[in-house]
DNA sequence: TTTTGATTTAATCGTTTGTTTAAATCAAAA
DNA sequence: TTTTGATTTAAACAAACGATTAAATCAAAA
C-alpha cells in the first residue's frame, strides 16, 4: 500500500512537472496532468489539494534542483575561483541537458509572481555571501576592477551558460541544427565559457 | 468615424500588446485585454476576430520590432564590424529598457509553438547572410578560428545583451537595486559588451 | 471471512472563459 | 428629418476547466 501510494503519488508529481515546465501553469490544465501520469483526474485532488498547491510543490523542487547545485559548489572552501567556475558552468550544463526547460519555466512564473519566488529562496545570499562570491570580489579588488561590476560579471557568467537554453529553438535555427547537435555544442561550452569568462575579466 | 475606428483597433491592441506580454497567451483573459483597453468585451471579437486572431497580430508585430532593428542595423554595408556591432547592442539595449518583457514572452510562446514561429521570420537568413554575419566570418577565418565556433559567437553576442532582461527579477535580487539601478546597468552595458566580444573573441 | 480504511473511478457541479446574438447608439448620407 | 451602415453595449450561450461527490475497488487487519 505505502510503495504504491508513493509511488502513485510521485507518478502525478513527475507528470506535473513535465507538464507545468513546457506550459507553465496558466497553459497546463489538471487533465493534461491526470492524462500524463496514466491517472483519473480526481486522484490529483486526492493526494494534492488543488492545482495550486501541486504548483507549488513542483516549482519549490524545481528551484531548488536550479539553485542548490549552484549554492553547494559555491561554498566549497578548497577549491580556487577557477575551478569553482568550471565546476558550476559543468554542474549546470549537465542538468540543464536533461531538463532544459527549467530556466524558462522559472523565469517565465517569476513574471507573474515577481516578488515572492525571489524571497522564499533568496538568491542573493546564496551569491553575494558564498566563498565563490568572495573570491570574485576578492579577484576584482586585485585587478581594481569597481565594485559595482559584480553584477555584471554574474549576468555575464550565468548568461553565458544559461541563455543558450531559454533560446534553444532560435539558436538550433540559426545553427540549423538538431537536439543532438545542439547538444554537442552546451558540452563544448563546459570548458569555452572558464576562458571566455576569464577573457572578460582580463579587459575589465 | 474612420478615425475613431483606428483609435479603437489600436487601443485594442495596445491592451492585447500589453497583457500578453506580460501574461501570456494562456494567461492572459479576452476580459483581461477588455478592461485594459477601457471597451466591451464583444468589441474585441467585433474588431479581431478570436482572440487566437489577436494573438497572432500582436506576436508578428513583436517578433518584426525585435528583429527588424536587427536586420537593419545588420546589413549596413557602409559600417565596420566592430561598429555594427556597438549599434545593434545599442539597439537592442534601448528597445528592451522601454519593452523589457518582449524576449521572455517571445522565448515562452515558442515553447508552445516549437517550429511555426521560427520558421515564419526566417532568423538563419537576417544573421548568417547578413553583411555582419558575412565580416564575422571573414574575420574568424583570419584569426583561425574554427567555423563552428560561429554559434557560440551568436549566442555569446545575443546572451550578453538579452539575456539581463529575461533573468530580470533575479539580477535585481542579487544587485539588490531597483528597476532605474536596472536600467542604469543596462546603459553601462551598451558600451562594455563590445568590449567584452571582442576579449572573447580575442581568447579564441 | 468480515471489516476497515485507503485508493481509485465515473459522474457531476459551479465557475471561468471565449464567443455570439440581438438590441441600442451614433455619425454621416439622402 | 429620415435612413443607413458602422460601432458599441448588455446579455447570454457553450465549451473548458478546477473541484467535489458518491460509489466501487482493493489490500491488509481482525
Redesign the interface.
Known amino acids: 500500500m505505502e510503495s504504491n501510494d508513493k509511488s502513485t503519488e510521485e507518478k502525478i508529481k513527475a507528470a506535473a512537472r513535465k507538464v507545468f515546465h513546457?506550459?507553465?501553469?496558466?497553459?497546463a490544465k489538471t487533465r493534461d496532468i491526470a492524462e500524463e501520469a496514466g491517472i483519473n483526474l480526481a486522484l490529483l485532488n486526492y493526494y494534492f489539494r488543488s492545482k495550486e498547491k501541486l504548483f507549488e510543490i513542483v516549482m519549490f523542487e524545481t528551484m531548488r534542483d536550479f539553485f542548490q547545485s549552484l549554492a553547494s559548489a559555491f561554498n566549497n572552501p578548497e577549491t580556487s575561483f577557477e575551478l569553482k567556475l568550471s565546476l558550476v558552468v559543468d554542474n549546470y550544463i549537465t542538468l540543464l541537458s536533461h531538463e532544459p526547460?527549467i530556466p524558462?519555466f522559472i523565469?517565465?512564473e517569476?513574471?507573474?509572481n515577481?516578488t515572492l519566488l525571489?524571497e522564499k529562496m533568496?538568491?542573493?545570499e546564496v551569491?553575494?555571501n558564498s566563498v565563490f562570491g568572495q573570491q570574485m570580489k576578492f579577484m576584482m579588488a586585485q585587478k581594481n576592477i569597481p565594485e559595482h561590476k559584480?553584477?555584471?560579471l554574474?549576468?555575464?557568467f550565468?548568461?553565458?551558460t544559461?541563455?543558450?537554453f531559454?533560446?534553444r529553438?532560435?539558436?538550433k535555427?540559426?545553427?540549423?541544427?538538431n537536439d543532438d547537435q545542439f547538444n554537442e555544442?552546451m558540452q563544448?561550452?563546459k570548458t569555452?565559457i572558464p576562458?571566455?569568462v576569464?577573457?572578460?575579466l582580463?579587459?575589465m
Chains 1, 2 share one sequence.
Do not use: C, Q, Y
Not at 22 to 27: D, P
Not at 173 to 177: E, L, V
Open positions: 513546457t506550459k507553465g501553469f496558466a497553459g526547460e524558462l523565469m517565465s517569476m513574471r507573474s515577481p525571489v533568496n538568491i542573493r551569491v553575494i559584480f553584477v555584471h554574474i549576468m555575464n550565468i548568461g553565458l544559461v541563455f543558450p531559454v533560446a529553438p532560435i539558436v535555427s540559426i545553427g540549423n541544427i555544442l563544448e561550452r569555452l576562458l571566455w576569464k577573457a572578460i582580463d579587459s
